[in-house]
Antibody
């Protein structure tokens, strides 16, 4: 189930960015899509997930109020929008699907680099 | 801050065995999974469940759990195993969380 993400973005501080993740080979409704980010030289950080089977998305507390995860099932594309960007939001953003039976992220997108400049 | 703790770095001689550990109270209750991340690449799942490998992962990778500690073992390390390794599970709020990461150097 390849996941193809949108290209790199450069944004000004305070702006918003919207990253897309297109699924092929499966339909989005069959998948539990999560978002993970990684700042340069740092570890992986779970941001949240959107699972249409369970209704509303769940976000990590750190991103509450700034992140919105949505899905367009007509195009099998998931989106992650982060607002009020800060320099510390400069990171690689990944979408990843969750293998529900084992709670493991089995497929990852290639990543989208978001750079926040002042 | 992560609730899953890993050693920052380990080294292993080519062909030898290395064990990477991940500690956290949530490991008593939830599955742990392990990811390999080579420089400039997306993470790759290497171990999930009790000790399962995706089909593309060599059998020199294995996993185990004991109480609040999970381990990833590479038996007969190869040069291509040099990478960062992360564990993942759930935190006290049942949200997903990643370990702090371990850099493996193959000498």
């Amino acid at each position: 189930v390849p996941l193809v993400q949108s290209g790199a973005e450069v944004k000004m501080r305070g702006a918003s960015v919207k990253v897309s993740c297109k699924v092929s080979g499966y339909t989005l409704t069959e998948l539990a899509m999560h978002w993970v980010r990684q700042a340069p030289g740092k570890g992986l950080e779970w941001m949240g997930r959107f699972d249409p089977k369970h209704g509303e998305p769940i976000y990590a507390q750190k991103f509450q109020g700034r992140v919105t995860m949505t899905e367009d099932t007509s195009t099998d594309t998931a989106y992650m929008e982060l607002s009020s960007l800060r320099s510390e939001d400069t990171a690689m953003y990944y979408c990843a699907t969750l293998l529900l039976a084992y709670d493991a992220f089995d497929i990852w997108g290639q990543g989208t680099m978001v750079t926040v400049s002042s | 801050s992560s609730e899953l703790t890993q050693d920052p770095a380990v080294s292993v001689a080519l062909g030898q065995t290395v064990r990477i550990t991940c500690q956290g109270d949530s490991l008593r209750s939830y599955y742990v999974s392990w990811y390999q991340q080579r420089p400039g690449q997306a993470p790759v799942l290497v171990i999930f469940g009790k000790n399962n490998r995706p089909s593309a992962i060599p059998d020199r990778f294995s996993g185990s759990n004991s109480g609040n500690t999970a381990s990833l073992t590479i038996t007969g390390a190869q040069a291509e195993d040099e990478a960062d390794y992360y564990c993942s599970s759930r935190d006290s709020s049942s949200n997903h969380v990643f370990g702090t990461g371990t850099k493996v150097t193959v000498l």
